[in-house]
């Protein structure tokens, strides 16, 4: 058990000696308890060095060892679920030196990817792919007889999103060769593991009881009365010491939960399995942080962690702004205690958008719906249909997830719905799978919405209470991070709808309208070729009047930290068109192709959005005109 995270590199001989999971597999049964041990020292060094995913990682290191030791990887496919988990798998694939550069410019990503390396079967950062990928994978092998295995690891919270079930229910029906492993690391499915269900499981698992279970099967399938009484019977005594009646209902044979740091009792299990035909379900009891005494007892704090920094020196003060989510968090408690038909409904973001406070102060009207993004948008229609205002709290990245719901059941039906959308934008070094840069896009197409982008903190608990007022559909799509400093009232106030300011007036004939977080980086710009500055503030309604005063203008640019194709500044151009007004104009925003991670800051001067940037395309523009 470690207690803190070493800051020197560990000495692992064992560990040293695989640099694919072939190395793994010469070693001797009796040397893998070593192994996991220098794989879990190595990773809590390599993860301080860096940042990054940490407590799901540290809990499934045996289950790696298990899975590249007895599969002949990367011919037989292995999925990772989300990917939080896969560094002990990039560590024994080829990356153990790379993952010391893990999600930082230029180095590996912090999630499974295809073009990365081989072993990375399936590119992720969304959760409960793994089921219907691996399936996927498995019919292929059916279909060109390639006898090619395919194994799934899915979270327990992975597991409460709709689509792990379909792909569930698929397989079972299809009756694919897979297995597919619930990594239960939080105990939130399962009793705790006893002796009677371990013992219960090695046999289940082992092939004397298979053999029996087809004898029997054969014996009987001229009986078919006496056929469905053993397999009710089987059934009946599985379900008195597991929790895997619904899986056997699926079609599933399933097997657990086993201790999933228990290596000998992993490897004898999987070994019996893989060899199965069938759809296969082993449950498998991981211990999110195991061997970091720490992440053991907080494994939400420990989820991720940053860089471990030199301790600062002395006087060195921290900076005290608050995050767009805690600008969020204040507000949703400030509006609830004037509203009692306010709630709060999240996709398993509770920490991550700043609901802490509100659950604790308000739990009769705080909802975590876990990783369903779906049914977080349907529930909150469902919610405005009877007279409740439900605030739906969720990452850019995720509402991609509920765009059918957020069309049909809330737009369509013009129900009082707000959106509070977190990450908006590029996200560092969390990378492409989960930037927010498309929202303005695929918004501002929908009917009956509104959509606000804020420019600083105060500007975006205006725009949440404005939302919050307005009868029908709205969205506020704010950034991760701090914002610029700016005093924030304590009021209540709203923002008239589809109202810009301006924030400069210059007299060069150029017109910069900015959405959102870029309307600071544009202030340079603006103030060195003598431009008016408007904080467009809204996407949809757009500012037409805005936009008709400067219709004389000589160069129009745009700026938003959004896909250019289809956002803010295409709005801008279709409103100048539809007027029959023919301005020059200058789109700034994401090109079409997905971005690296990085910091932050390097991704905004990698695409031109920092205010050197910014200033440079519009003075390249003006040499055209």
């Given at each position: 058990?470690?207690?803190?995270?070493?800051?020197?590199?560990?000495?692992?001989?064992?560990?040293?000696?695989?640099?694919?999971?072939?190395?793994?597999?010469?070693?001797?049964?009796?040397?893998?308890?070593?192994?996991?041990?220098?794989?879990?020292?190595?990773?809590?060094?390599?993860?301080?060095?860096?940042?990054?995913?940490?407590?799901?990682?540290?809990?499934?290191?045996?289950?790696?060892?298990?899975?590249?030791?007895?599969?002949?990887?990367?011919?037989?496919?292995?999925?990772?679920?989300?990917?939080?988990?896969?560094?002990?798998?990039?560590?024994?694939?080829?990356?153990?030196?790379?993952?010391?550069?893990?999600?930082?410019?230029?180095?590996?990503?912090?999630?499974?990817?295809?073009?990365?390396?081989?072993?990375?079967?399936?590119?992720?950062?969304?959760?409960?792919?793994?089921?219907?990928?691996?399936?996927?994978?498995?019919?292929?092998?059916?279909?060109?007889?390639?006898?090619?295995?395919?194994?799934?690891?899915?979270?327990?919270?992975?597991?409460?999103?709709?689509?792990?079930?379909?792909?569930?229910?698929?397989?079972?029906?299809?009756?694919?060769?897979?297995?597919?492993?619930?990594?239960?690391?939080?105990?939130?499915?399962?009793?705790?593991?006893?002796?009677?269900?371990?013992?219960?499981?090695?046999?289940?698992?082992?092939?004397?009881?298979?053999?029996?279970?087809?004898?029997?099967?054969?014996?009987?399938?001229?009986?078919?009365?006496?056929?469905?009484?053993?397999?009710?019977?089987?059934?009946?005594?599985?379900?008195?010491?597991?929790?895997?009646?619904?899986?056997?209902?699926?079609?599933?044979?399933?097997?657990?939960?086993?201790?999933?740091?228990?290596?000998?009792?992993?490897?004898?299990?999987?070994?019996?399995?893989?060899?199965?035909?069938?759809?296969?379900?082993?449950?498998?009891?991981?211990?999110?942080?195991?061997?970091?005494?720490?992440?053991?007892?907080?494994?939400?704090?420990?989820?991720?962690?940053?860089?471990?920094?030199?301790?600062?020196?002395?006087?060195?003060?921290?900076?005290?702004?608050?995050?767009?989510?805690?600008?969020?968090?204040?507000?949703?408690?400030?509006?609830?205690?004037?509203?009692?038909?306010?709630?709060?409904?999240?996709?398993?973001?509770?920490?991550?958008?700043?609901?802490?406070?509100?659950?604790?102060?308000?739990?009769?009207?705080?909802?975590?719906?876990?990783?369903?993004?779906?049914?977080?948008?349907?529930?909150?229609?469902?919610?405005?249909?009877?007279?409740?205002?439900p605030v739906v709290a969720i990452y850019s990245t995720f509402l991609q997830r509920a765009y059918d719901q957020l069309i049909h059941d809330v737009a369509l039906q013009n129900l009082d719905v707000l959106?509070?959308?977190?990450?908006?934008?590029?996200?560092?070094?969390?990378?492409?799978?989960?930037?927010?840069?498309?929202?303005?896009?695929?918004?501002?197409?929908?009917?009956?919405?509104?959509?606000?982008?804020?420019?600083?903190?105060?500007?975006?608990?205006?725009?949440?209470?404005?939302?919050?007022?307005?009868?029908?559909?709205?969205?506020?799509?704010?950034?991760?991070?701090?914002?610029?400093?700016?005093?924030?009232?304590?009021?209540?106030?709203?923002?008239?709808?589809?109202?810009?300011?301006?924030?400069?007036?210059?007299?060069?004939?150029?017109?910069?309208?900015?959405?959102?977080?870029?309307?600071?980086?544009?202030?340079?710009?603006?103030?060195?070729?003598?431009?008016?500055?408007?904080?467009?503030?809204?996407?949809?309604?757009?500012?037409?009047?805005?936009?008709?005063?400067?219709?004389?203008?000589?160069?129009?640019?745009?700026?938003?930290?959004?896909?250019?194709?289809?956002?803010?500044?295409?709005?801008?151009?279709?409103?100048?068109?539809?007027?029959?007004?023919?301005?020059?104009?200058?789109?700034?925003?994401?090109?079409?192709?997905?971005?690296?991670?990085?910091?932050?800051?390097?991704?905004?001067?990698?695409?031109?959005?920092?205010?050197?940037?910014?200033?440079?395309?519009?003075?390249?523009?003006?040499?055209?005109?």
């Amino acid at each position: 058990m470690f207690e803190e995270i070493p800051t020197a590199r560990p000495e692992t001989p064992l560990l040293d000696q695989v640099n694919a999971p072939a190395d793994l597999r010469a070693f001797k049964k009796e040397q893998l308890p070593t192994l996991v041990r220098e794989l879990r020292e190595f990773m809590l060094y390599s993860v301080g060095q860096t940042g990054g995913h940490f407590g799901a990682g540290l809990g499934v290191v045996e289950l790696t060892v298990a899975l590249h030791y007895l599969y002949n990887t990367p011919e037989d496919r292995i999925v990772w679920d989300v990917g939080h988990q896969a560094y002990p798998h990039k560590i024994l694939t080829g990356r153990r030196e790379a993952l010391l550069n893990i999600r930082q410019e230029n180095g590996i990503s912090g999630f499974p990817k295809r073009d990365e390396s081989e072993y990375d079967t399936f590119g992720v950062g969304h959760s409960s792919t793994s089921i219907g990928a691996a399936l996927g994978m498995s019919l292929a092998a059916r279909q060109l007889k390639t006898g090619r295995k395919a194994v799934a690891i899915i979270g327990d919270g992975a597991m409460s999103a709709g689509m792990a079930f379909e792909a569930l229910n698929h397989a079972g029906d299809v009756k694919a060769d897979m297995l597919v492993i619930l990594n239960d690391n939080e105990m939130s499915i399962s009793k705790p593991v006893g002796a009677l269900s371990s013992y219960f499981a090695r046999i289940w698992a082992s092939k004397t009881y298979d053999n029996i279970r087809k004898g029997g099967q054969k014996v009987f399938s001229g009986l078919p009365s006496a056929l469905e009484l053993a397999r009710k019977a089987e059934e009946h005594m599985k379900g008195m010491v597991s929790p895997g009646m619904m899986f056997e209902e699926l079609g599933f044979n399933y097997i657990g939960p086993i201790d999933g740091h228990d290596m000998d009792h992993l490897l004898t299990t999987i070994a019996n399995l893989k060899d199965r035909k069938g759809p296969q379900f082993l449950h498998v009891i991981t211990k999110k942080g195991k061997g970091f005494e720490p992440a053991e007892g907080d494994p939400i704090g420990y989820h991720a962690i940053n860089k471990i920094e030199p301790d600062p020196k002395p006087n060195t003060v921290k900076s005290k702004l608050p995050k767009y989510c805690n600008v969020f968090g204040k507000w949703v408690c400030d509006a609830a205690e004037q509203d009692d038909k306010l709630i709060a409904i999240t996709p398993a973001m509770k920490e991550g958008s700043d609901l802490i406070d509100f659950a604790d102060r308000f739990p009769e009207r705080y909802f975590d719906v876990a990783i369903a993004e779906q049914h977080a948008v349907t529930l909150a229609a469902g919610m405005a249909c009877d007279g409740i205002k439900p605030v739906v709290a969720i990452y850019s990245t995720f509402l991609q997830r509920a765009y059918d719901q957020l069309i049909h059941d809330v737009a369509l039906q013009n129900l009082d719905v707000l959106f509070a959308i977190d990450r908006a934008g590029l996200v560092g070094e969390d990378g492409p799978t989960h930037a927010g840069v498309y929202d303005l896009s695929y918004l501002r197409c929908i009917p009956n919405m509104i959509v606000m982008a804020p420019s600083d903190e105060d500007e975006c608990r205006k725009m949440l209470q404005t939302g919050y007022e307005y009868k029908g559909p709205a969205a506020v799509r704010y950034p991760r991070g701090t914002g610029q400093g700016i005093n924030i009232e304590e009021t209540l106030s709203t923002l008239e709808i589809g109202k810009s300011r301006t924030l400069r007036t210059g007299q060069s004939g150029i017109v910069i309208c900015a959405f959102g977080r870029p309307t600071y980086d544009a202030r340079q710009a603006a103030q060195a070729l003598d431009a008016t500055l408007l904080d467009m503030r809204f996407v949809k309604p757009i500012d037409k009047a805005a936009l008709l005063a400067h219709r004389n203008a000589k160069l129009i640019v745009t700026i938003e930290e959004n896909a250019i194709m289809g956002g803010a500044g295409s709005a801008v151009s279709e409103f100048l068109l539809a007027n029959n007004i023919t301005i020059p104009t200058l789109h700034l925003g994401l090109p079409d192709q997905y971005e690296e991670h990085a910091s932050h800051a390097s991704m905004l001067k990698r695409v031109g959005l920092d205010a050197e940037g910014i200033q440079k395309s519009i003075e390249m523009k003006l040499n055209h005109l």
